[in-house]
């Protein structure tokens, strides 16, 4: 077993950061961020980077917040070779199980507290960590996606753009999505996308049907996402309603989004605290 | 005052819960005995059975004139026996590996004799009380079930049922849901209770915890009762969802009546084990008579893509495999669709 590569081990840093490898399509490698002063209780937090797989910059940029409130911070890396389409999550190598298998791991060996995790997303991750939540609601607590390029819709559109049937792999996919609606809805879910990220970029996904659902670029698409989800929460009288923060000043850039409020979007001052119903929409948090 | 070879003995997995040193003498008129008793036996002749589950779940080989402790009680196998629990001074049948003691009524043509016992008589306390299973069953627990109950029956014996199911539970486990595994009907034997905690059961124990050998024969009331004290155990146990198996086939007496009855009221969704595709289809009309409409089909027919497709076509069902039960993504919807059904609430599920 290939040892872990320790990358910080600044005393002032307040946390350990590791990269350990991963065990090809059925564990990815993991960036951990192990806090100094461990919080009693403290839910872990799993970030999934975007399609640049800047894992470890993600994981450097949120570490010392995750350290602050005494939590475990893990950034997987779904590398390009083993994992060509882990955005879908229920892609042919089945990122999701892989990620599964990952949490497993870590918290038999006590890196981190077993039970459900915080996730998060940004970008490609934020792809990955809605349609992972969808489909394993009991693994995750609460979810904070930034930034995805598309989404998937409470609707009959085949997978990954609805629940719909779908020839994409494996094909029961979306009626998984389906049963687990009312699940998936049912805990804090915040949005968040830049200002600035408003036009179509080279990597920006588009085609006729999911330009005409969703929109042209990832702030639309933000916007047109959580209503159609906050409108799937009312539909099945659930009490949360998932949240839309506008970040200004950033486009489409992590460190820009996280310098404007994201990190405090994904690492709440009081973590563990119940969601709020709250206006569809709203700036930056305070 | 230990006056009884027991110590010497075989104790069979049925008499898994039984405090040995209350068994200090024997009464010898084992005629008495009735479903639960226990009964002191010595192996004459070597059948069908040629090992004995013992209480530690081992197997051991039978060897004429060892020495063996079982419960009497009914069989119902329809690719084995079917057996009475009523012991003759003369002699007795090992109904089943898990240590059941009875009379044969019927075999299946492929099945050897049974193996023969003579009956030495029944363990008694010092007060003289023949020993039962009833008097070690565990303490009755708070009246409540896990959030989430799964049931699976099946078109026969060794359809797939305990495949489904510790598929099921290795499923949910995988999708961070803590799970029992419960047998509620049939006959006691270890491997379905190892399948169910080798999948990472957090509890699993079958109607034996509430003092049956087996459920044959036994009122329907008493085994809806015996399933309440598990879902009741499982709750305690901290369980979000069961998943309980049936044994035997639809049209078995207790299962047909399991079904049809409250004990059905007990279990939120359910899925269907079948042998083969014409079995799925004839299971799935005797379940709709009784208003059950399965979430999914599974079961030996889906080893065969053939047989799976067939059933597909032919029903509309869900038909899931032994891998697709364990996948925790289509677990996890299975137990939403339960938790749906189960609070009335609307279901984005297609039709």
Redesign the interface.
């Known amino acids: 077993m290939p040892r872990d590569l320790a990358v910080t081990e600044d005393p002032a840093a307040g946390f350990d950061l590791v990269l350990r490898p991963g065990r090809g399509r059925r564990q990815p490698p993991v960036w951990i961020a192990s806090p100094r002063r461990p919080a009693t209780g403290a839910r872990p937090l799993a970030v999934i980077h975007g399609i640049s797989r800047d894992a470890g910059g993600i994981a450097a940029r949120l570490a010392p917040r995750a350290a602050a409130q005494g939590r475990v911070l893990i950034a997987p890396l779904f590398t390009a070779e083993d994992f060509p389409r882990y955005q879908r999550a229920?892609c042919g190598r089945r990122s999701?199980?892989a990620l599964?298998t990952l949490l497993?791991w870590l918290a038999a060996e006590g890196s981190i507290a077993p039970?459900?995790v915080d996730l998060a997303g940004y970008s490609g991750g934020a792809q990955f960590a809605h349609r992972f939540t969808w489909?394993?609601?009991?693994?995750v607590a609460r979810l904070t996606v930034a930034a995805a390029g598309w989404w998937t819709f409470?609707e009959a559109a085949p997978f990954p753009r609805g629940?719909g049937p779908a020839d994409a792999a494996p094909a029961?996919?979306a009626?998984?999505?389906?049963?687990?609606?009312?699940?998936f809805l049912d805990r804090e879910i915040a949005v968040a996308v830049g200002r600035l990220d408003d036009a179509p970029d080279r990597t920006t996904r588009s085609s006729p049907e999911i330009d005409a659902r969703q929109g042209p670029d990832r702030l639309t698409r933000a916007r047109r996402w959580t209503l159609a989800m906050r409108a799937a929460a009312l539909?099945?009288?659930l009490p949360r309603r998932p949240t839309l923060t506008v970040l200004p000043g950033c486009g489409h850039d992590f460190h820009a989004c996280a310098d404007a409020g994201l990190d405090r979007l994904i690492l709440p001052d009081a973590p563990c605290a119940a969601a709020r119903p709250e206006a569809s929409e709203r700036r930056t948090p305070a | 005052m230990i006056t009884i070879p027991t110590l010497q003995a075989k104790w069979a997995f049925s008499t898994r819960r039984v405090a040995r040193a209350d068994a200090v003498a024997l009464d010898r008129d084992v005629a008495a005995a009735r479903p639960g008793d226990l009964v002191l036996a010595r192996i004459e002749r070597i059948g069908s059975h040629k090992r004995l589950q013992l209480a530690s779940g081992a197997h051991s080989d039978l060897w004429e004139g060892d020495l063996v402790v079982a419960a009497c009680g009914d069989r119902y196998a329809a690719d084995q026996f079917e057996g009475r629990g009523e012991i003759a001074p003369e002699g007795c049948d090992l109904l089943a590996g898990g240590g059941l003691l009875g009379w044969i009524e019927s075999r299946h043509a492929r099945v050897s004799p049974p193996t023969r016992l003579v009956p030495l008589g029944r363990p008694i306390d010092r007060e003289g009380v023949a020993l039962s299973l009833d008097r070690y069953a565990r303490p009755r627990p708070a009246p409540r079930r896990p959030a989430a109950v799964i049931g699976v029956v099946g078109s026969g014996m060794n359809a797939g049922k305990t495949t489904a199911a510790a598929a099921l539970i290795r499923g949910l486990v995988?999708?961070?849901?803590r799970t029992a595994g419960l047998k509620a009907t049939g006959t006691g034997a270890f491997g379905d209770l190892q399948a169910y905690e080798a999948a990472g059961a957090a509890y699993a124990a079958d109607f034996a915890e509430d003092g049956l050998a087996s459920t044959y024969r036994i009122p329907a009331p008493r085994i809806v009762d015996a399933l309440d004290a598990l879902l009741g155990h499982a709750a305690a146990e901290g369980c979000e969802a069961a998943v309980v198996e049936i044994a035997d086939g639809l049209l078995q007496p207790e299962t047909a009546a399991f079904l049809a009855g409250p004990g059905a009221a007990r279990v939120g969704g359910w899925i269907y084990a079948a042998g083969d595709a014409l079995s799925a289809l004839g299971g799935l009309e005797v379940l709709a008579r009784t208003g059950i409409r399965p979430m999914a089909l599974s079961g030996l027919l889906t080893r065969s893509p053939l047989a799976m497709r067939e059933a597909e076509a032919a029903s509309g069902a869900?038909v899931m495999s032994r891998d697709?039960l364990a996948?925790?993504?289509?677990a996890?919807?299975?137990?939403?669709?339960v938790?749906?059904l189960r609070e009335g609430?609307?279901?984005?599920?297609?039709a």
Request: aromatic letters at 6%; a positive charge; proline letters at 10%.
């Open positions: 229920a999701d199980r599964l497993d039970g459900a489909m394993h609601p009991n693994r409470p629940f029961e996919a009626r998984w999505l389906r049963a687990n609606l009312r699940a539909r099945l009288a | 995988a999708a961070g849901v869900w697709e996948d925790p993504a289509p996890a919807a299975l137990l939403s669709e938790r749906a609430t609307p279901s984005e599920r297609a």
